[in-house]
């Protein structure tokens, strides 16, 4: 296989690098802009608390690029149990923190490139060395998304998903 991944783009037909191996969102879904005046509220690039109920930590979904090397990456985010989250942060910043038991959660990120919502999937969050975030492993169901973390993708799927999320319709 060949190692350029440029593409000319079915949408706009305009020549692109590499795609981008992966996304992030910046939030759960179910945060609202209001609560950034909530004092019970708060949100930060790897952690979330709702009204002092909700709980969430962002993480990677790896899925292995077939027939290379690479692997994509979705940042999403999942909601955890309150205790989950305090064990969380008090191992955040420490040494051997991936020697933890994953976190279970729910999904709680809407890949609408997904025929299938991916909004509340099981998954196992699994702490990793810090400063790098949790490796976000799907319960193996027959989700698309699912099978993919599994199996892997195609570079023309890494093509056709970069071409989606730079041209949402």
Not at 4 to 30: E, I, N, W
Not at 57 to 84: A, T
Not at 143 to 154: C, D, F, N, S, V
Request: charged share 25%; proline share 8%; glycine share 6%.
């Amino acid at each position: 296989m060949s190692g350029d991944l440029g593409f000319t783009c079915s949408h706009c037909g305009d020549r692109h690098a590499k795609p981008p191996m992966g996304y992030s969102t910046m939030a759960p879904d179910v945060w609202d802009p209001r609560f950034e005046t909530d004092p019970d509220s708060t949100l930060s690039s790897d952690q979330c608390v709702i009204k002092s109920s909700h709980f969430f930590i962002r993480g990677l979904i790896e899925i292995p690029v077939i027939g290379s090397e690479d692997v994509f990456s979705w940042g999403v985010w999942v909601s955890v149990s309150k205790d989950n989250f305090a064990q969380a942060l008090e191992v955040w910043n420490t040494e051997g923190r991936e020697a933890e038991k994953p976190y279970f959660g729910w999904l709680s990120t809407e890949l609408a490139l997904y025929s299938e919502s991916t909004t509340n999937l099981k998954t196992n969050a699994h702490t990793r060395p810090v400063g790098r975030r949790p490796f976000i492993e799907l319960e193996p169901t027959d989700h698309p998304l699912a099978i993919e973390q599994r199996k892997g993708i195609t570079p023309d799927r890494v093509r056709e998903i970069a071409t989606a999320v730079l041209h949402p319709a």
